[in-house]
Each structure stands twice: as C-alpha cells, then as structure tokens.
C-alpha cells in the first residue's frame, strides 16, 4: 500500500500563485508515476498534470499547460505542483494519485482544497 498526504491548498487571488505538496509514505517503491488531478464542485474528475517517478518526465493538461509545473523530489517521496497564474477556474479539490507498478492510479490522497477569487 501507498498513503498520500496532500498539503499547500488554500485561497488567493487571481493571478495569484499557489504551491501543492503531495507526500508519498509505505511501498513507495512500487511508485512509477505520480499525478494530479482535480474536481470542481459539480464536475468530474480533471487530469492535471503527471511526473514519471525515475526519469522525471511531464505530462499536462491543456487547461494548466504553461502556467501550472510538477515536479518530484524521489529523495522526499514527494511531488509538487506549482500553479501559477491562477484563474476561478481553478478552483476545486485537488487530489495526489500514484500508479504502482501494476495499477494506473492505484492510490489516492484525501485531496486539498484551492479557492480562487476573481
């Protein structure tokens, strides 16, 4: 098993900049990529953004892409989630996931709030 704790949500302006930390603890060395995602209230579930776990490589969505970063600390067992001029249309619950070794987003957190008022 993988527990993820998600942190750094919170309220800010539009325009404003806002940093997630995601922090991966148990079999964490099933981890072969770590993700984002977010559900707005009323909507489905939105891809974000991913990070392979060994080689570092991204992957956006296009409604973040150029103003949203991921990154992975594998030191740290930790992804982060630098968002950047943010829009209200950001605002939702954002959630970690990790894919293990054989199931694509087979761990979840308990996701953290991000409010943006425009």
């Known amino acids: 098993q993988v527990q993820l704790v998600e942190s750094g949500g919170g309220l800010v302006q539009a325009g404003g900049s806002l940093s997630l930390s995601c922090v991966a603890s148990?079999?964490?060395?099933?981890?072969?990529?770590m993700g984002w995602f977010r559900q707005a209230p009323g909507k489905e579930r939105e891809f974000v953004a991913r990070v392979t776990w060994s080689a570092g490589s991204t992957f956006y969505g296009d409604s973040v892409k150029g103003r949203f970063t991921i990154s992975r600390d594998t030191a740290k067992n930790t992804v982060y989630l630098q968002m950047n001029s943010l829009k209200a249309e950001d605002t939702a619950v954002y959630y970690c996931?990790?894919?293990?070794?054989?199931?694509?987003?087979?761990?979840w957190g308990q996701g953290t709030q991000v409010t943006v008022s425009s």
């Open positions: 996931a990790a894919t293990s070794s054989t199931v694509t987003y087979a761990y």
């Open positions: 148990g079999r964490t060395f099933s981890i072969t990529t």
